[in-house]
């Protein structure tokens, strides 16, 4: 949800620092990319699109300058266009101000700016920042003492950093949207994630809300919107740039898809006691929850779906919410423990859901990826899922993580001690192996790559897994996808079902599960649905069934989480057969940082 990234300390390579960093986070946002670099004066180059129009252009005309920003832009405020691209400027040039986050309110600053006989030249609510600093420069502030005027008169979500031209400092500062430091002997970064930064340095320092950084070639200091400064703790980040590329593959969704064993077992590791069966978790000792209230978003929600099934199962009330929803209506909290379960740890609708739990007197817990995100700054307990990172928009490896995860926390604080489902967790990355290494699910998606619609039905467990299907679906294909719960599809859906509307049928087992869902794929099978069933063999539905993927016979839990990595490949190949941005689908961005 628009990446930062900012340079001192290179001043033959600040551009090319920038653009690299820009590249790592384009998943942010791919609206538009821009770059300001400043000497004694400030050098702008903004174009709309994808990062290679930027890319293009500064081949032609490269500014330079030893300190430098740069943005890639998901819109919020006006159009994708060059004019409302980031780097923002004043009216004479004088700064230049990148921004992730929402100012809320820009319009009552803008209004009085104009007034006061400022141009506009953009739709954005960043421009009012140059402008403010340009009026505190008017009055005589010096380029920092002007920078923390500007944050001052703003209100909202925001990283912000800027350049100034004959400046020699970037000027940086957060409030409810990720910004980190990244530490080198000679040099120091800023950026959105360390990604942006991580093949020249692994030493980073995350910033808090409300603290500002200025860098400049002596290093870098963090202080207080006071003026007081801040000591601030470096850590190391433990993993290697190279899990940042492609290595070979066509996307990075594909990639993260053949990832998961890995994933799942530096997930699993050290935390399952293979001997005696049991599940330890140090980080949550003595976290024994009488009701959990789970809150997320999208892919992440139905993580969270599964978690809570998994805590009912184990006799411990459990319910999961959208966090955008309960946000504004929060159940009655009594004594749950709130879980906020997100890869990024940065969705302000996830944060503002754990923020009014807290506020009501809530526990937290985050269930996370990312390591010193806000979500695990904030809460009371974190359990990292430890995926490793993910670029692709859509996520894969995360949520097989986040479920094995949630299987791991469900074992740790409950009185369910199942070994079998323990060893089959244990087992995971070897059996998601071998759905990988067999699945057909290629040639499936060969044969309905033109479908008109495709409907995902499952129950229990495996319902999270059918609503994930369809959102995977329908985020990389811009087909119409939908998930339902089988028995819910007779109440409405099935009037939708046609010859051309495959239906996939999540059905593993051989219990009353399997059987009823077996039932709903005969009804849909009378209405010549074609039916993609993904079965352990156990039931009777590939009777039924015009497409079989296999995944092997495993506990239910974890049979979810092997079913749902053919709904990843079969979402894949559809979207590769027509041809779509796997890894920056329209519209979307990683890391929703605004509400
Ligand atoms: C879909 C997807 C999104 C995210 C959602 C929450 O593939 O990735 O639906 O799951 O935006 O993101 P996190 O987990 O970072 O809170």
């Not at 599964?306 to 411990?316: H, K, S, T, W």
Request: with cysteine; net charge negative; aromatic share 6%.
């Amino acid at each position: 949800m628009c990446g930062i990234v900012g340079c001192v300390g290179r001043p033959d390579e600040t551009l090319d620092v920038l653009m690299h960093g820009l590249s790592k986070l384009e998943y942010r946002g791919y609206d538009s990319a821009g770059v300001a670099l400043a000497n004694s004066a400030v050098e702008i180059e903004k174009h709309e699109g994808e990062l290679v129009n930027l890319e293009r252009a500064v081949d032609d005309d490269a500014p330079s300058g030893p300190v430098g920003i740069g943005h890639t832009r998901w819109s919020t405020h006006g159009p994708p266009s060059d004019r409302n691209s980031h780097p923002h400027a004043d009216c004479e040039g004088e700064v230049a101000v990148i921004h992730n986050g929402i100012i809320e309110n820009f319009q009552e600053v803008k209004d009085e700016l104009t007034a006061a006989g400022h141009e506009f030249t953009s739709d954005t609510d960043t421009e009012v920042v140059p402008h403010l600093i340009e009026s505190a420069l008017a009055d005589g502030a010096s380029h920092e003492e002007a920078f923390r005027a500007a944050i001052e008169r703003v209100e909202g979500s925001y990283a912000i950093a800027a350049v100034f031209a004959g400046g020699d400092a970037v000027f940086c500062t957060r409030q409810d949207s990720p910004l980190v430091l990244g530490i080198d002997d000679d040099a120091t970064y800023l950026a959105s994630d360390v990604p942006a930064f991580r093949e020249f340095t692994d030493r980073v320092v995350y910033l808090e809300d409300g603290e500002f950084a200025r860098i400049d070639a002596d290093g870098w200091d963090v202080s207080t919107a006071d003026g007081e400064p801040v000591e601030k703790t470096i850590h190391t980040v433990n993993w290697d740039a190279e899990e940042t590329g492609k290595s070979g593959y066509d996307h990075f969704m594909l990639k993260e898809i053949h990832e998961q064993p890995r994933a799942l077992r530096q997930c699993l590791r050290g935390r399952v006691d293979e001997l005696g069966g049991q599940v330890e978790l140090d980080e949550l000792a003595g976290v024994r929850p009488t009701t959990v209230q789970f809150v997320a978003c999208g892919t992440s929600y139905h993580a969270a779906l599964y978690g809570a099934e998994l805590f009912r199962e184990a006799g411990v009330p459990a319910q999961a919410f959208l966090a955008s929803e309960y946000v504004t209506s929060p159940p009655p909290i009594g004594d749950a423990l709130v879980v906020g379960v997100t890869q990024s740890g940065e969705t302000a609708d996830t944060l503002s859901a754990l923020r009014e739990a807290r506020q009501r007197g809530a526990r937290t817990l985050a269930l996370t990826n990312v390591v010193g995100s806000t979500v695990a700054r904030e809460c009371d307990h974190t359990l990292y899922i430890r995926a490793g990172p993910e670029i692709g928009v859509a996520a894969s490896k995360t949520f097989a993580s986040q479920l094995a995860a949630l299987n791991l926390f469900a074992f740790a604080a409950t009185d369910d001690h199942d070994r079998e489902a323990i060893g089959a967790l244990r087992d995971l990355p070897s059996t998601v192996q071998e759905v990988i290494d067999d699945s057909s699910a290629a040639s499936v998606a060969e044969a309905y790559h033109d479908a008109d619609a495709y409907f995902f039905i499952g129950r229990g467990l495996n319902y999270p897994v059918a609503l994930e299907g369809a959102l995977k679906l329908k985020e990389i294909t811009y087909r119409h996808a939908e998930g339902f719960a089988a028995g819910e599809l007779k109440h409405g859906p099935l009037a939708l079902v046609t010859d051309n509307s495959p239906v996939i049928a999540i059905t593993t087992g051989d219990g009353e599960l399997a059987r009823k869902t077996v039932n709903n794929v005969k009804e849909v099978e009378a209405r010549d649905a074609p039916v993609i069933a993904v079965t352990d063999g156990q039931s009777d539905i590939e009777r039924y069934a015009d497409h079989v993927l296999t995944i092997p016979e495993t506990q239910p839990r974890t049979a979810a989480v092997l079913a749902n990595v053919q709904l990843q490949l079969l979402a894949y190949h559809t979207a590769d057969q027509l041809g779509r941005s796997i890894d920056k689908p329209r519209n979307l961005a990683k890391s929703v940082t605004v509400e």
